[in-house]
């Protein structure tokens, strides 16, 4: 149903895609997606995009590019909302080709975050690591999406994930380096110039392969089809500013967003067995 589907998938060229970006392209992300658990589209995104993002939170990079630390650590901060930020997370075209793989309509489950990945010259691998670093899951209704800041080579640190591992019932962790290999002795390797994005679904045992000395900057936005949804009134106050009007967004982005920034209700909102609905009181 999902391949029949491809044809569906439609394409919108915009400024900040690359311009060797087309349909061949997002249709063999969408079956390495399925057939794998993810894939990757090297410089989806255009260097001017990525650099006038950059250009717009270097106070937040350069801060990032200060940790001196021995340990092997992860650093993610919040990102206030903005018309480059929804551009890059909610891109049409990706947002497409999730669409198709949910087949129903999805949206955020976290809000916008960078994320910085820092792994010293000389540190040593910890027993209780910080980071993701052993094979795991997330969990099955998890959707993850990364956009590289910084060109990423194949050598460099970069996250791993078995191919075809999303469809197995998998336990969440305790993945030897053996058994990955014993699964396939190949993975998929996600690393490229900036502007690169890679995605998986929740249930593909994935990992972080820390390689001393190369650290990575990236984007990290997650989806769901409606479940495990990360509500927070504190990130909603800090990601929203005056110089951001929410509701000005397009009524496809709004409705992906709606869970983590809930609408308005025109008749309110009841609350029953410690839950919140919108009201159906038709007296109201």
């Not at 995605?199 to 479940?227: D, W, Y």
Request: a neutral charge; aromatic letters at 12%; one cysteine or more.
């Amino acid at each position: 149903k999902n391949i029949q589907s491809l044809e569906k998938l439609t394409f919108e060229k915009n400024h900040n895609i690359s311009d060797n970006i087309d349909k061949k392209i997002l249709d063999k992300a969408y079956l390495d997606l399925f057939n794998s658990g993810g894939c990757v589209i090297d410089g989806y995104f255009n260097s001017n995009t990525i650099e006038f993002f950059k250009k717009n939170n270097e106070v937040l990079i350069d801060d990032f590019k200060k940790i001196d630390s021995n340990e092997i650590l992860y650093r993610a901060e919040l990102l206030k909302l903005n018309s480059s930020v929804c551009d890059l997370w909610l891109d049409q075209n990706l947002m497409n080709l999730i669409k198709l793989f949910f087949q129903k309509d999805f949206y955020a489950r976290n809000y916008p975050y960078m994320v910085y990945t820092h792994v010293p010259n000389n540190g040593k691998k910890e027993e209780k690591s910080k980071v993701a670093d052993s094979w795991h899951l997330d969990h099955s209704t998890l959707f993850n999406l990364h956009i590289l800041l910084e060109d990423v080579s194949e050598n460099d640190t970069c996250m791993e994930i078995l191919p075809g591992s999303h469809k197995f019932l998998n336990i969440s962790s305790l993945y030897s380096d053996k058994v990955a290999k014993e699964f396939s002795q190949k993975t998929i390797k996600c690393f490229g110039k900036k502007g690169t994005i890679y995605m998986h679904t929740g249930n593909a045992v994935h990992r972080l392969n820390p390689i001393k000395g190369s650290n990575r900057l990236n984007l990290h936005f997650e989806f769901s089809a409606g479940s495990n949804i990360f509500l927070d009134a504190d990130n909603i106050k800090n990601s929203l500013d005056s110089n951001f009007d929410l509701y000005s967004l397009d009524e496809n982005r709004k409705n992906i967003l709606k869970v983590i920034y809930p609408q308005k209700e025109r008749k309110g909102y009841d609350f029953k067995n410690g839950k919140i609905y919108p009201t159906n009181f038709k007296g109201i």
